[in-house]
């Protein structure tokens, strides 16, 4: 079984940065890759960034590009989003999640994910 726990949400002013903190515990803790994912009121869960645990891959979506930087620290199993030059639209609750099993589905849809954290909220005023 894995856990994820996010941290690092809070309330910045537009322009302000936040570096979000997802620390994952389980046996044998090996993933195939991490994600980040965001839900704002009212609007469906949407990808951020995901990193492949091994090397080799780094997504983001296109509105996060140049702003936001993923990055992970295999030893402390623990995965961290960087986000600078905040913006009032990037307000939501931020979720971290695993991908422990090889798949098709793309890492940057939430169906290849099979562990997530309950989220962090990051609530950016203008």
């Known amino acids: 079984q894995v856990q994820l726990v996010e941290s690092g949400g809070g309330l910045v002013q537009a322009g302000g940065s936040l570096r979000l903190t997802c620390a994952a515990s389980g046996r044998a803790f090996s993933p195939y890759a991490m994600g980040w994912f965001r839900q704002a009121p009212g609007k469906e869960r949407e990808f951020v960034s995901a990193i492949s645990w091994r090397g080799g891959w780094i997504y983001y979506a296109d509105s996060m590009k140049g702003r936001f930087t993923i990055s992970r620290d295999n030893a402390k199993n623990t995965v961290y989003l960087q986000m600078d030059s905040l913006k009032p639209e990037d307000t939501a609750v931020y979720y971290c999640?695993?991908?422990?099993?090889?798949?098709?589905?793309?890492?940057?849809?939430?169906?290849?994910?099979?562990?997530w954290g309950q989220g962090t909220q990051v609530t950016i005023s203008s």
């Open positions: 999640a695993a991908g422990t099993r090889a798949t098709v589905i793309p890492r940057t849809k939430e169906g290849s994910y099979d562990y």
